[in-house]
Every structure is written in structure tokens, then in C-alpha cells.
């Protein structure tokens, strides 16, 4: 979400109804950006938890502080989808005059410019 929001695209966080789940999955939270050009979010990424489901089909355990082994809770994580990224990174900062309005904290990595023609 913070990535998103560096580059000045609007995101919001959206936690999924549990009949919406899929297997495994204990709780899962969606990640989606805003599309000016649907005027509907879309979704960019999510996160899962898939409690110790994963682990146990792995066999992945862990030593607890007890000392005893437990079975590990996992994670599932898109960070970062890049074609979704591009969309909104676009969609976001174009121009009417059709260029790209660079965020303020990627022009270091642009030689300074503001934006691109």
C-alpha cells in the first residue's frame, strides 16, 4: 500500500468476506488501485493467510518457545503484480496534453524530470 501511495496513486485495502475465500485461506485482504479511466478501484494485489494449512501438506514445522514443534502459519503475498502496476502508474499521472507526470519520489531516478513527452 505504501508503494502505491508514494507514487501518488490513490489504493485502498479491502478485507475479503469469508465465503468469498478459497481453500486453505483463513483471512485474506485485497489490495486495489484507482482506475480514472473505469472509475472503479481494481484489484493490484493481495495477502493471504493460510493459517497452518500449507505448512501441514509441507510438513513445515517450527520450534516454539515451549519448546515444542508446531506447525508454521503461512502467508501468500502479491507485492506487486507489474502489468497492474503499470496501468495505474499511468492511468494516475497522465497529462491531458499526453504526457506522464513523474511523482516527486521517483525523479531522482529520472535525472530531475517532472514528467515525460
Known amino acids: 500500500v505504501d508503494l502505491f501511495r508514494s507514487l501518488d496513486i490513490p489504493v485502498r485495502?479491502?478485507?475479503?468476506?469469508s465465503g468469498d475465500l478459497a481453500d486453505l485461506k483463513v483471512k485474506s485482504c485485497?489490495?486495489?488501485?484507482?482506475?480514472p479511466r473505469?472509475?472503479?478501484?481494481?484489484?493490484v494485489g493481495s495477502c493471504s493467510n493460510l493459517g497452518d494449512a500449507q505448512a501441514r501438506r509441507l510438513g513445515i514445522r517450527v520450534?516454539?518457545?515451549d519448546g515444542n514443534k508446531y506447525f508454521a502459519h503461512t502467508l501468500n503475498n502479491t507485492v506487486v503484480a507489474p502489468p497492474r502496476m503499470l496501468i495505474a502508474f499511468l492511468e494516475n499521472n497522465l497529462q491531458a496534453d499526453g504526457s506522464v507526470r513523474?511523482?516527486?519520489?521517483?525523479?531522482?531516478?529520472?535525472?530531475?524530470?517532472?514528467e515525460i513527452r
Open 13 to 17: 485495502t479491502l478485507e475479503c468476506c
Open 30 to 35: 485485497d489490495v486495489e488501485a484507482w482506475s
Open 38 to 43: 473505469q472509475k472503479k478501484y481494481f484489484e
Open 63 to 65: 520450534k516454539g518457545s
Open 102 to 114: 513523474i511523482p516527486e519520489v521517483l525523479r531522482p531516478y529520472m535525472g530531475g524530470k517532472s
